[in-house]
């Protein structure tokens, strides 16, 4: 079958990968449409550390093929929008309803895949870049069937993780302020998601003019194309209740803080560096501000999945406009250099 394998160096459209059948609690899915997503670019540049060769992709959605013992909620047949928590569902962190903190589902990668012989590791417990992936069955949730699988791929990362932090990280409220730093994939959804929690000023901030018209589209109802605390103050004089790092440069997390009002979160969502360092005036943050870490959303996949479905179905989620451009598995190369250029909010291999 076809897949995206990254070496350490390189990577390459292959049509020889193996994968396994699937065993107890698992589920194998071949995947219709998978988002290429900056975490996966993050691996190809050496931004997020990954263990090599490795099938790279984690923001899919498919057709269910063959379940293994004990899987009762999917059945082969069905649509799945795939998450990449792999979580146990039996730690403290899960009985608590936290799955993105299950110390099991993170940092120890399976390796289902094979080519040429060699064992393979999974990306993100996904590995959406593939014809057919493995994945455990809470990983896989079932969608309504009208819902397009190139538009249901995103949900797995950048809707979960974007409109996640805005309602459950941050919960904004109804009549909060909110600004948005960057409106890539990511920047999109928190847009939408503040627009769906009732925020009523919602700040875009991108050095790109061209996104504007697609960030007012998604909920933004201010646009700038600096990240200027002045020019922000200008339409927020005290600051915002919320501000949304989603770029990953500290110097913007630094903005972030400052474009905060009392008792106002700064949440980062972008990703720098490992080992990236960033400052803020610690005098700033005792009128109760805070700096809020968010990993996916703080999602419980199974639960949000589901609604931003319904959300989408209903008309007040947008899914299918987040798909700038699709392109076949073999055109990889070039969804990279789109996505890279910032051409595309968002690619969609498809398969």
């Given at each position: 079958?076809?897949?995206?394998?990254?070496?350490?160096?390189?990577?390459?459209?292959?049509?020889?990968?193996?994968?396994?059948?699937?065993?107890?609690?698992?589920?194998?899915?071949?995947v219709a449409a998978a988002g290429l997503c900056h975490s996966d670019l993050s691996v190809i540049d050496g931004t997020i550390p990954f263990p090599s060769p490795v099938v790279l992709g984690h923001e899919g959605a498919?057709?269910?093929?063959?379940?293994?013992?004990?899987?009762?909620?999917?059945?082969?047949?069905?649509?799945?929008?795939?998450?990449?928590?792999?979580?146990?569902?039996?730690?403290?962190?899960?009985?608590?309803?936290?799955?993105?903190?299950?110390?099991?589902?993170?940092?120890?990668?399976?390796?289902?895949?094979?080519?040429?012989?060699?064992?393979?590791?999974?990306?993100?417990?996904?590995?959406?870049?593939?014809?057919?992936?493995?994945?455990?069955?809470?990983?896989?949730?079932?969608?309504?069937?009208?819902?397009?699988?190139?538009?249901?791929?995103?949900?797995?990362?950048?809707?979960?993780t974007g409109v996640g932090a805005v309602l459950n990280r941050a919960k904004v409220d109804h009549g909060d302020t909110v600004v948005v730093i960057g409106t890539g994939g990511i920047g999109l959804n928190v847009i939408q998601g503040a627009r769906v929690a009732g925020a009523l000023t919602i700040v875009a901030i991108d050095t790109n003019p061209a996104k504007e018209a697609v960030a007012r589209r998604f909920g933004a109802t201010h646009?700038?194309?600096?990240?200027?605390?002045?020019?922000?103050?200008?339409?927020?004089?005290?600051?915002?209740d919320h501000a949304f790092e989603c770029v990953g440069r500290t110097e913007l997390i630094r903005t972030a803080i400052d474009l905060l009002d009392r008792h106002g979160q700064a949440v980062l969502l972008g990703v720098p560096a490992a080992t990236a360092e960033a400052?803020?005036?610690?005098?700033?943050?005792?009128?109760?501000?805070?700096?809020?870490?968010?990993?996916?959303?703080?999602?419980?996949?199974?639960?949000?999945?589901?609604l931003y479905a319904r959300l989408y179905r209903e008309g007040r989620l947008l899914l299918d406009e987040l798909v700038s451009e699709t392109y076949p598995v073999e055109d990889f190369a070039k969804a990279v250099e789109d996505a890279h250029h910032s051409r595309v909010a968002r690619g969609v291999l498809l398969f």
């Open positions: 079958m076809r897949g995206v394998v990254f070496d350490g160096g390189r990577t390459e459209v292959v049509d020889d990968l193996e994968i396994r059948d699937p065993g107890p609690g698992e589920v194998l899915v071949a498919g057709v269910v093929e063959a379940v293994g013992a004990g899987v009762g909620h999917v059945a082969p047949g069905d649509h799945v929008a795939l998450s990449t928590l792999a979580n146990c569902g039996a730690c403290a962190q899960c009985d608590r309803g936290r799955p993105t903190m299950c110390r099991k589902a993170i940092g120890m990668p399976g390796r289902p895949f094979s080519w040429r012989g060699k064992p393979l590791y999974q990306f993100a417990s996904n590995s959406a870049f593939a014809e057919h992936t493995l994945v455990k069955a809470v990983q896989a949730v079932k969608i309504p069937t009208d819902l397009p699988l190139p538009s249901a791929a995103l949900i797995g990362c950048g809707v979960l646009f700038l194309t600096s990240a200027s605390v002045q020019a922000v103050r200008e339409i927020l004089p005290h600051g915002a400052s803020f005036l610690v005098s700033s943050m005792y009128l109760d501000k805070s700096i809020l870490g968010c990993r996916y959303g703080s999602s419980r996949p199974q639960r949000d999945i589901a």
